[in-house]
């Protein structure tokens, strides 16, 4: 872990819509350094513009862990931050210049004078880093789904935050994120951390949830004849603890990664794609064994 040497002086206030923000400050950064050559290479492979180094390393990651980050110009922050929805005709200019007219339905970053950024879409130009900053917030978020599906879209905008956002991101992942993201700054440009901070709704964190699974649904819907070591090793391999085992059902504990489970027959359906669908029957009446 990186040592802290500085106090932040921010803080967030976040609504249910974002039950959880992790932030950074960061102080003494030299944006003038770039990032080593081995990140450079990955993200011109990926199809990922270098830009400068917090961009750089925020995509190395995004494309890492899958969790988008943001960096703002702490300097010209105002004021502690919110997430907030944004009043009626409020108004940002993003980085990439395009000025906006908000809604009651946009989710925004807001300091205490006006919106910093699109929430989950894109950061402010206001408050964009440059070369000459010197201090950076540094942001690790999660948004809802359902808030950020279509903003970008009524603003002709999609970003890689949005598409990520949009389809779900891990909601226990934001502070490996800003820790990891925080390791690279520190190897590449230097600066001086604050100890990671993390403001929470807890009563809006979405739960692991637990999904029973019953064995002989599995072979009657595949038209299989697996035995339950070999789907309860299938699970297994998915992440997927098994919690509770009862005659021919199995109870798994869903981790946060895998927020796209929600039922039984999503299991199947997992079990179906690692076994290959290619190498089920075509007709429930033919029987398939396990492969070997």
Known sequence: SIKTSVKSPLRVSVCNEA???????????NLKKT??????ERLKLSDTKVIDPIVDITNYVLLELGQPLHAFDADKLEGNLQVRFAKEKEK?????????????????????????ALAGIMGGLETGISSKSQS????????????IRGRARKFSLQTDASTRFERGVDFELQTLAIERASLLIHESIGGEFSPVQEFSKKSSI?????????????NKILGTEFSKPFIRRNLKSLGLVNSQLTGDAIKVKVPSWRFDLKIEADLIEEIARLVGYNNLPQLSLIHISEPT
């Open 136 to 147: 950076i917030y540094l942001e690790s978020a999660f948004f809802k789904p359902e808030v």
């Open 35 to 40: 990032v080593p050559p081995l990140i450079k």
């Open 206 to 218: 979405p739960k692991n949830k637990d999904i029973s699974l019953n064995f002989k649904n599995v």
């Open 19 to 29: 039950p959880r923000y992790v932030g950074r400050y960061i102080a003494g950064v």
């Open 92 to 116: 940002i200019t993003l980085l990439d210049e395009n000025k906006l007219s908000l809604d009651e339905k946009s989710l925004v970053i807001a300091d205490q004078k006006k919106p910093v």
